[in-house]
């Protein structure tokens, strides 16, 4: 019987987004088992959905290279997922093949240090009342060394509001964060989307993504 692709998770907040890829292990739209989540506070809420579902996790403070090794050689994992994770992390140690990022506004124009959260709805907004852009996405990539610079494998976009604040379209966004994100992960995990870690040009989508969030 073939096993199930190991996904560790790494999550900075609350962990609204990584409660949905475990419920969704449950419903059957991701075919991998999750096992276990890392985080960098104590206080965050994600550990107690790691808690309530019997998920191990990992509270991580140093960010040093050793650290990660340390964390990957413990629960081996066949993929990593980013989800709200806010730390740059040493793809030497992590497979960019094998390593995704869940990204809430347009890639790569609204990604590196500093763009996340509400920052990240604000200058979308701020892009929006300047004419330069007409809508923000939800973007999930591969990770390399360069910071929210890997190869975009989905887009969707989402239209901003002439009303909308940060917190309004940040709302809209997570929404469609949650509902893809689940669906998309098990694509790459089960090989249907992949690159081969070097050139952004190898990389394999179906063709209605392609299509349709490209």
């Not at 992390?89 to 347009?106: A, E, L, M, R, Y």
């Not at 591969?142 to 975009?152: I, L, M, N, R, S």
């Not at 694509?187 to 179906?206: A, F, R």
Request: proline share 5%.
């Amino acid at each position: 019987m073939k096993t199930k692709p190991r996904i560790l998770v790494f999550n900075s907040g609350s962990g609204s987004g990584f409660q949905e890829l475990v419920e969704n292990l449950l419903t059957g739209v991701l075919n991998a088992e999750i096992v276990g989540l890392i985080t960098n506070n104590e206080k965050y809420a994600c550990i107690q959905r790691a808690e309530k579902f019997g998920i191990p996790f990992v509270v991580m403070n140093e960010f040093k290279t050793c650290n990660y090794q340390t964390i990957i050689r413990y629960f081996q994992p066949d993929f990593v997922s980013l989800s709200g994770w806010l730390k740059k992390v040493p793809i030497d140690v992590f497979d960019s093949k094998k390593t995704t990022n869940i990204h809430p506004c347009i890639l790569p124009d609204f990604g590196g240090p500093g763009m996340y959260g509400h920052h990240v709805h604000e200058a979308a907004i701020q892009a929006y009342k300047k004419g330069e852009i007409q809508h923000t996405e939800v973007c999930m990539h591969f990770v390399t060394d360069e910071y929210d610079k890997g190869p975009v494998f989905f887009r969707y976009r989402i239209y901003i509001r002439p009303d909308d604040t940060a917190d309004t379209l940040g709302a809209r966004v997570n929404k469609i964060e949650h509902a893809w994100q689940s669906y998309i992960t098990n694509l790459v995990v089960n090989g249907e989307i992949y690159w081969d870690g070097k050139n952004p040009d190898s990389l394999v989508v179906p063709d209605w993504i392609r299509k349709n969030f490209l």
